[in-house]
């Protein structure tokens, strides 16, 4: 499985979104062609709204929903869809979770998913996942 390309830049911005979030889980998603992301969406996370999971809050677990969720459906039938999904683990860890496996199954959206590890003193780690016969791998990692 070949990971997207996920320029320097745009990771940065996904660190800021996950500093500037902490210590509630960030949550968006890249667009851009099958090759490369070219821009990112930063999303509100809806975790604390209690649609899903009540029994999680914001600082465990991220929803993207409403009008957001609208438009990263949408966005598979213009010139360039969501690619990459991104959220991040508060633990400072970037791992894909039980949770993250249960979830991006039944949510069945062609994409591959970005983790952010981040504490209280700053992004630690990323990495990024693909589902590859039937579990997801990682495939790409990088340390800030």
């Not at 969406?41 to 649609?51: F, K, L, M, T, Y």
């Amino acid at each position: 499985m070949r990971a997207i390309h996920i320029p320097a830049a745009l990771l940065e911005r996904i660190y800021a979104h996950a500093r500037e979030a902490f210590p509630d889980e960030c949550c968006g998603y890249l667009v851009g062609t099958a090759e490369s992301a070219e821009s990112i969406v930063p999303c509100r996370n809806a975790q604390d709204d209690g649609e899903l999971d009540p029994s999680r809050g914001a600082d465990r677990g991220f929803v993207i929903a409403g009008r957001e969720l609208f438009d990263f459906a949408k966005s598979f039938d213009g010139e360039r869809p969501a690619r990459v999904v991104y959220h991040s683990h508060t633990n400072g860890r970037a791992y894909f979770s039980d949770t993250d496996r249960t979830m991006a199954r039944s949510a069945a959206y062609p994409v591959q998913h970005l983790v952010v590890g981040v504490t209280a003193d700053g992004v630690t780690e990323a990495a990024q996942f693909a589902l590859d016969s039937g579990d997801f791998l990682e495939i790409a990692r990088w340390k800030p």
